[in-house]
């Protein structure tokens, strides 16, 4: 770690592997975007490695310092009665708390991945859920203290217990334990508190999440800076996720990934979309085409619809572009085509509008020849486009 006093300062007992301690750069990060999810307010900000593991900074006044603490071995004491890291981290709090910063901060947490019973951790435990008071573990640490021996964390033992009862039990009424939930649970508290999309893949975004806030915090360092970020700098990156991956929920699945059964697509030949190309003496490869177009854009446009990634309003409004498009056309090749009869006039507009014109969707491209084509026959299969020239609606003379 870095960014304050070393390990060997400290004191801690570290495991000489890449492997613990990337584990607890990892358990940093995690609580950082924990707390950042948890937030009250967007200026809010978080550092790592910034006078404790993590720091909750407002207006520039520290209001919370957590110590993590994390293991993977059974027979490890996270927080022992006599463990260098408890008093370590004692005795940083008792000097943070005698600074003039120290007025502000409200809360001093031990975060630990597993528990590992102790008698003092208990205590402290025990105290927040009302089973033990604040003179009981004052008291505790007094008797601990009691017990003197040649060890070296006695020193630190006795700097921490120089201070009055009253200092003692001003740190103790702040000091928490919190010990880690189920990872589920834990990724569905951030998801929740960032304001997550409920159909957006949290697990996906709170990764990405996790990677742009270690990109982050080591840019920081290498400039010499605390990493410290805010909430509204993580909402940015959540909205931007979160964005990303309704634009691919939006977009219409590949055409081949919308498979259409024999029987489907002949109960559709007697649909009106069908008689407007039999009108035209379309080839049998253009009304196999309609068809399976006609259907994949109905599924597809159900599916969008139900997913609500597609506003209502888009969908009569992209009708209307598609028929003006295709009134266009069609007065184009009426007048160019004049004198023709009207079967090459109708399958000129038809391979006008259907063949290669891909219509986007809500201001994004749409791609999918299937989305433009299918959507164009279901407006034939409602009378408000047709291929035949001299086709009239109902209550229209046909010319």
């Known amino acids: ?26 358990l940093q990060l995690d609580r950082a975007l924990y707390h950042l999810a948890h937030a009250t307010a967007g200026d809010v900000a978080v550092a790592v490695e910034h006078v404790d593991d993590i720091a909750v900074v407002r207006d520039g006044k520290i209001t919370l310092l957590e110590q993590d603490k994390s293991t993977t071995r059974n027979e490890a004491r996270l927080l022992g009665d006599r463990t260098r890291a408890f008093w370590r981290t004692l005795q940083i709090w008792l000097r943070h708390a005698e600074t003039a910063d120290g007025a502000h901060c409200q809360r001093y947490l031990f975060f630990v991945n597993r528990w590992v019973p102790s008698p003092i951790a208990q205590l402290i435990k025990d105290r927040a859920c009302g089973k033990a008071t604040i003179a009981d ?124 059964d024999d029987e489907l697509r002949r109960g559709q030949l007697s649909r009106n979309f069908v008689e407007h190309l039999s009108r035209i003496d379309a080839e049998s490869e253009d009304i196999v085409q309609a068809v399976d177009h006609f259907l994949k854009f109905n599924i597809e446009k159900h599916r969008l619809v139900r997913a609500g990634d597609v506003p209502d309003a888009e969908w009569s409004h992209r009708s209307d572009r598609l028929r003006e498009r295709w009134a266009g056309l069609m007065r184009r090749r009426r007048r160019e ?63």
């Open 1 to 26: 770690m870095r960014g304050r006093t070393g390990f060997r300062e400290l004191g801690l007992r570290i495991d000489n592997t890449a492997a613990a301690q990337a584990a607890g750069y990892i």
């Open 137 to 260: 573990v004052v008291g505790a640490l007094r008797k601990i203290g009691s017990k003197r021996t040649t060890a070296k964390v006695q020193g630190l033992i006795d700097d921490v217990l120089s201070r009055s009862d009253d200092v003692l039990a001003n740190l103790v009424a702040k000091v928490e334990l919190v010990e880690a939930a189920d990872l589920a649970a834990d990724r569905r508290s951030i998801a929740n508190g960032l304001g997550l999309d409920p159909r957006a893949d949290a697990n996906d975004i709170l990764d990405n999440l996790f990677g742009w806030l270690t990109k982050r915090v080591r840019l920081e360092w290498s400039e010499g800076r605390p990493g410290l970020i805010t909430r509204d700098e993580i909402l940015v990156q959540s909205h931007a996720l979160q964005a990303r991956q309704a634009k691919n929920r939006f977009l219409p699945r590949a055409s081949g990934e919308i498979p259409i």
């Open 337 to 399: 085509l004049r004198g023709r009869p009207n079967c090459d006039i109708g399958q000129t507009v038809l391979a006008d509008v259907t063949y290669e014109h891909r219509e986007t969707l809500d201001g994004h491209p749409c791609e999918e020849l299937y989305m433009t084509s299918g959507h164009y026959h279901r407006l034939a299969d409602e009378d408000e486009v047709w291929w035949d020239p001299a086709f009239r609606k109902a209550g229209q003379d046909e010319g």
